[in-house]
């Protein structure tokens, strides 16, 4: 199949994955559309697959009204929180020290200026959660006001071009808590000590997701064979066992892995997170399976559709670290794919913890292919999971990830006209000439 034609069917995915598909957020029914399709495209390529899944809530809110008096305030639910409606005295936090001393008790607190500059990482989040963060969520659930009015501004590493951000983006925290401007919280602010009303209509919903497991490997034919349970076989340690090359290893199971989560982040299309990285595997798999050199060595080839990378509690994350306790060493290369697509710019790769000769033989075989160069690290991404359990990565990415970030990742702005199908293919021809080149048979 010509480029052309690939790129023909980029756009296709790409504007059944964000337009047809109304939203990809975890629990919803969209999510689940989008992992259907993926389980059923990667399938037809030959794929052994599994939808794997986990319990998580969806949510769902019709706004919030915040008044004292006879003036009005514009303040938005935070994601997942719960609803509520209530009038209470309005206390005036702006820093650690002032919240270590307030009397929260029956209030309604506002937390703005230093306390509300980043946003705080969920209280069960497993791969990151820094102690101020946790001191503060601890005093909140212990002091016990009544409701949250969270005024910030920018957080652009932490949630992108939202503005403004949701403070807390928690399903497991069970204060309700809304959130507006710095302009906003100032002119709330006015208000100390005065009682104030808020509606929050927000519900949480029961739900499922799943991730999406895909595998391909010598010990079968492509569409035949049992199943594996991903923790089977035997453990060592990462650092043990002598060194091979790559291509080398008959009779030993090594693998590599991609990801690209599937999620979108609510209110968002998400075309370039991670619409992109998603298309970009199904090219891969379709590239893999026309492929008739495909699995002649030693390789293993594992592609995970990820599910919530964009959600609170990363439960798909969670859900693969758990399938794959014991099993990291197996891992030859774990390759992450994130916002590939913008139309701007090129396309970055970087490397991390990857010998001298696999981050040579990478170099050597992106170098054909125009548009994608090594780039800088970045460390936000599913990529991270390899990275804690001491795996060699690869990362993709756009080389304006900044830009990204600055003004469109996580917004409405994030759509399929932004994102250029050319650049899938590349990167779906750049990992297919890489997987081959590490599955052929030994010397």
């Known amino acids: 199949m010509t480029s052309n034609l690939f790129s ?35 399938a037809s390529f ?32 935070s994601p997942y929180s719960l609803g509520c409606r209530v009038c209470a005295p309005l206390a005036v936090v702006s820093t650690p020290a002032e919240l270590e001393a307030a009397d929260l008790s029956s209030k309604i607190v506002l937390l703005r200026g230093d306390i509300a500059k980043e946003q705080f990482m969920p209280k069960n989040f497993p791969f990151y959660n820094p102690d101020h963060h946790r001191r503060i969520i601890y005093l909140l659930e212990t002091k016990r006001p009544q409701a949250i009015v969270a005024a910030t501004s920018r957080d652009l590493e932490g949630v992108g071009g939202i503005y403004p951000f949701p403070l807390f983006e928690d399903g497991d925290f069970d204060v309700p808590s809304v959130y507006m401007t710095e302009e906003e919280g100032n002119r709330l602010a006015e208000h100390a000590d005065q009682e104030i009303s808020l509606h929050s209509r927000a519900t949480r919903i029961p739900a499922t997701g799943c991730n999406v497991i895909a595998r391909r490997g010598r010990q079968r034919h492509p569409a035949q064979g049992r199943q594996r349970h991903p923790a089977q076989g035997r ?28 999620d979108a982040r609510l209110g968002t299309p998400g075309a370039n997170d991670n619409a992109s990285g998603v298309v970009a595997l199904l090219l891969l798999a379709e590239l893999l399976a026309d492929s008739i050199v495909c699995n002649r060595g030693s390789l293993d080839i594992e592609i995970v559709a990820m599910n919530g990378e964009d959600y609170y509690s990363n439960p798909g994350e969670q859900q693969w670290v758990a399938l794959n306790a014991g099993k990291f060493d197996e891992i030859l290369l774990g390759i992450n794919l994130d916002d ?40 936000q991404g599913d990529h991270g999971l390899f990275l804690i359990n001491h795996v060699p990565a690869l990362a993709v990415t756009s080389d304006l990830l900044g830009e990204l970030m600055a003004g469109i990742t996580h917004t409405p702005k994030d759509t399929i006209e932004i994102v250029d199908p050319a650049k899938l293919v590349t990167v779906a021809l750049a990992l297919r000439d890489l997987l081959l080149y590490l599955d052929r048979p030994a010397a």
């Open 340 to 379: 590939i697509g913008y139309h701007k710019g090129g396309v970055a790769y970087s490397l991390y913890d990857c010998a001298a000769g696999m981050a040579g033989s990478i170099r050597t075989l992106f170098s054909a292919h125009q548009g994608l160069a090594e780039g800088e690290p970045w460390y």
């Open 8 to 42: 023909q069917k980029a756009a296709a995915y790409l504007r059944r994955l964000c337009v047809e598909i109304p939203a990809r957020r975890v629990g919803s029914q969209g999510n689940r559309a989008a992992t259907d399709l993926f389980a059923a495209a990667v």
């Open 46 to 77: 030959g794929f052994d697959t599994q939808s794997l899944p986990f319990d998580c809530i969806d949510w769902s809110h019709d706004g919030a009204d915040l008044a004292v008096g006879g003036a009005t305030f514009e303040a938005f639910p």
């Open 235 to 262: 453990q060592r340690h990462p650092a043990q066992g002598r060194q091979r090359h790559p291509a080398q290893g008959a009779g030993t199971q090594r693998r590599v892995v991609l990801f690209a989560h599937i």
